[in-house]
């Protein structure tokens, strides 16, 4: 339990701390004695207490200055992909494990500018490959709800370090779900925005036309803030959005998109979603969909529906095919992102070795884990002469077309999206050792928006699997730009619900 277990919102926090009835100092370092001392120590990669401490004095003086924010003060803690000066950077592998970044991502700079407290650096599947961050070099993570199993991945230490109540918010990333698949097993919220709406600048690449980052947190309503300091156009990242339909893309545009749908919602009395069209691929509801999600699902529909909301059957015909696509692209990428951890320009050097070569080659097998080999070879073999338009080139047409379903929904069917994050509910640390394609399977249901560049996100939805204690996750996508429209209806649907304040019981 921390002091600021008591407060379940970051806007709660936050007006205790502006009150001053409690403290940044104090709140960071009882955050950093639960931190410490929680069961799993996997989730947290780095701690310092000085660093934390430093940026808790200065939110202090903010506050004491009347010059606090919304996340001034508040809790938070970064994926291990996210650079940060001081704090070891080593996206969970053995390739960056004593690596300490010169700068700052621009996330991470945005939110301690926003006078946000991290408390260090959380686990993650190497490189962010994996669903279940079982491939981090340095141990699995638990999932608070069930120690025995997954949290998610592969932002599994964020989800964990949520649900845990260890922190308020979390960064993660998301290049085929690992922002919200991770939030379904651990029954938090986290959002994936528009590609192109948050810097990718120092953010360890992992397949550079997909990743994009998004903030994990208990609701919709603590990830406003979050996601509206972490996005903005950033000058060092070629592919960040100067503008987002017209409007620039800078922080506010967010929080102003959640409160004019808040305004429009409110004005329409006790059917605030009428005229809302949600359309319910069909493609999402198939045989390898678990009973116990497709039923929370169908409840979760029906509350939107009591809220005024339509439903509408659609259809996302190449669905199936978003796993080969996202399977080729994403190590396609993967494999020449990876190729600068040769030793010399980053990462671990082997002790010892031959020639240039075999010193390449040894610290490459020594430095990356299994998944990690897989992906650069599978990328390095679609990419390469004589396979790359059979491949490569197909899955990019592929991807097209699936862009092509996602747009024509969104434009002729429906206004938003929702469906299933994943098939199942997390499943046992250990499970899939031997079948690492069992888990690509997985991703099905999130593969496919990301390859699109659109926003999603998962907000908790009900509880299954065998014991019947496994968080369910809810999966809402939108138009480009939407996210500010998505937040404001996932936060309608939690104030009629209560999935969201569950807590597990031995965090
Ligand atoms: N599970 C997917 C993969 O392994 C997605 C990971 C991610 O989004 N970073 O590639």
Redo the contacts with the bound molecule.
Sequence with gaps: MTQFSEFHSIPALGEALRSRRISAAELAADALRAARGYRDPNVFLHIDDDLTLAQARAADQALADGQAGPLTGIPIAHKDLFVTRGWRTTAASRMLADYVSPFDATVVDHLRQAGAVSLGKLSC?EF????GNENSAFGPVCNPWDADRIPG??SGGSAAAVAAGLVLGATG??????VR?PAAYCGVSGIKPTYGTVSRYGIIA?ASSLDQAGPLARSARDLVPLLDTMSGFDPQDSTSLESCDGRPNASGRIQADFDAAQSVFQAAGDQPLKGLRIGVPREFFNEGLAADVGAAIESALQVFESLGATRVDISLPRTRLSIPA?YVI?PAEASSNLSRYDGVRYGHRAAQYTDLADMTSRSRSEGFGDEVRRRILVGTYVLSHGYYDAYYLQAQRVRRMIVDDFQRALSQDCDVIMGPVTPGTARRIGDNRQDPIA??LG?IYTLGV?LAGLPGMSIPCGFGGDSGRLPIGLQIVGRYFDEGRLLALADRYQQTTDWHQRTPEHA
């Design positions: 599947d962010a490959m994996g669903s991945g592969s990333t998301d290049t085929g779900g690992s698949q992992y996202y994403a888990d690509w991703d990301s």
